[in-house]
């Protein structure tokens, strides 16, 4: 049988309804207890990535790493941090968009080079991975895993003769994608690097004197980091002894940081580039409620992590906000899934009803996002038995109709539901009463930013990509999107 420490192990796919991230990255540069700081931080960057987790510690110019398949408690253990130790730190937690789900593709990556080690963690995805593979195999490098993320380490270990400040913006000038990097060298060095749209968040910290890196602020006030700033889009940061030195990097002509971020992706006690992430999601929710009244006895999320929105929702329409359904928090990913004449099961054992609660009702329900819609059908129909009068539904984003090209796992047109259906026949199909989205102008609107349109991707909504990969998905910007 395989287990998580079999190179074959596959993690068990479920047929989830909502798109899941693809990694969380952090980093610290020289702290005594930096193997135990980098796993509270991986601990409150779970959210981003639940297939592996890692941690590579520089000592005494070696890089030593654990890492293992499953949740960061299920990783490590006390002696796995007590023998990693202090020094410099990074880490990473993963969910796979590209690679497969194998403990061979976990990272941190650590690779030896000319007697030197180096290690990175990413979180993104390099659009240009296929044709920079095929360079590098042709050149002789031999890979070790099936993702995309090695192959920053290949291209920086050509370029370290010229220096390690040339050999990192030499690197990053041949990727094109999403890229939030953390990296750790021989010497000790932490490194932060973001692409030149900004597209994944990273934000530097400080603590107790040493610079901290993380995904998301949620994991500074964990190990109660300062938080200090957002990276710069295109920027590199070096944290050394001397402190943390930046090197501005190519940027983009605007930003294109991934709005659903904010919708669904980050943690609500995040901030990121100076916007709390549940206040924005409770003004998308006000925001929804403008463009989309509708008489109800009460508002609910659907399930739990539509909350912040609906409360928005509330606030706005004056209609109170129940918990009219309640999730089960110890589901874990060995839950064996239902035979198909139990499949009823699988949805009741994650969320059941409040009977008292819902009974003679009319509803909103106000969902995060519907991608898949493999659950929401069941969902509302159970709500139907239950007695529910009237179901409206509420979606606190546009409806996805293109895919994710830039680090999220759906990446193909054929996995959204809204790409095949219009808002009306998805009413039907999900056996509504009533069923809007909130429109993009309302979400940037909302999102309270200045030029919204200057600082958010937003692709999946309107197919107008900011990084081009493929001529088609271009083409259908300019016939769907705009
Ligand atoms: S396409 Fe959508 S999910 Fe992907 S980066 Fe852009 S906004 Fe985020």
Avoid at 85 to 107: C, D, E, F, K, P
Avoid at 275 to 282: E, F, H, P, S, T
Avoid at 363 to 388: H, N, Q, Y
Avoid at 420 to 429: I, N, P, Q, T, Y
């Amino acid at each position: 049988m395989a287990t998580d420490t079999d190179p074959n192990f596959q993690f068990p796919v479920s047929n989830f309804n909502h798109p899941r991230e693809a990694c969380g990255v952090f980093g610290i540069y020289g702290h005594p207890e930096a193997a135990q700081i980098t796993y509270f931080g991986l601990y409150a960057l779970q959210h981003r990535g639940q297939e592996s987790a890692g941690i590579a510690v520089h000592q005494d110019r070696r890089i030593h790493a654990h890492k293992g398949m499953g949740l960061v408690p299920d990783v490590f253990d006390a002696a796995h941090l007590a023998e990693l130790g202090g020094g410099s730190a990074i880490g990473h937690v993963r969910y796979s968009t590209t690679g497969g789900s194998i403990l061979v593709n976990a990272q941190p990556f650590v690779v030896q080079h000319r007697g030197r080690f180096y290690a990175v963690g990413h979180n993104g995805n390099l659009v240009n991975a296929h044709i920079l593979r095929a360079e590098l195999e042709a050149a002789g490098s031999i890979f070790q895993t099936t993702g995309d993320s090695e192959i920053f380490l290949h291209l920086l270990v050509r370029n370290l003769d010229k220096g390690l400040d040339p050999a990192l913006r030499e690197t990053v000038a041949r990727l094109r994608g999403a890229y939030s990097f953390v990296a750790l060298t021989s010497r000790g060095e932490v490194i932060g690097i973001k692409d030149p749209n900004g597209f994944r968040p990273l934000c530097v910290g400080r603590l107790n004197g040493s610079f901290v890196l993380a995904s998301e602020s949620c994991a500074l006030d964990l190990i109660q980091a300062e938080y200090v700033r957002e990276v710069a889009p295109g920027e590199i940061v070096i944290i050394d002894e001397n402190g943390l030195r930046s090197i501005p990097g190519p940027r983009a002509d605007h930003e294109s940081l991934c709005i659903f971020e904010y919708i669904y992706f980050a943690r609500p006690d995040s901030t990121i580039r100076d916007a709390n992430v549940y206040l924005m999601r409770k003004a998308f929710g006000r925001q929804l409620a403008l463009e989309s009244p509708v008489p109800a006895d009460l508002v609910m999320p659907f399930p739990d992590s539509g909350v912040y929105a609906a409360i928005g929702y509330s606030e706005a329409s004056g209609i109170p906000f129940e918990m009219g359904m309640i999730r089960n928090h110890y589901v874990g990913r060995t839950f064996i899934q239902p035979t198909q004449s139990m499949r009823d099961f699988g949805v009741r054992v994650k969320l059941n009803p409040v009977k008292e609660v819902l009974r003679g009702k009319d509803i909103i329900i106000v969902e995060d996002s519907i991608i898949r819609g493999t659950t929401a059908r069941t969902r509302v129909r159970t709500l139907r038995e239950l007695g529910v009068k009237k179901v409206h539904m509420r979606i606190s984003c546009p409806p996805h109709r293109f895919p994710c090209h830039y680090g999220i796992d759906f990446s193909t047109r054929g996995e959204l539901i809204a790409a095949g259906k219009s808002v009306s026949e998805l009413k039907d199909h999900l056996g509504l009463d009533s069923l809007h989205y909130l429109s993009i102008e309302g979400m940037l609107a909302a999102s309270g930013v200045d030029q919204p349109d200057q600082v958010f991707c937003k692709a999946c909504f309107d197919g107008c990509y900011p990084v081009d990969f493929d001529a088609d998905l271009t083409k259908d910007c300019m016939e769907i999107g705009q």
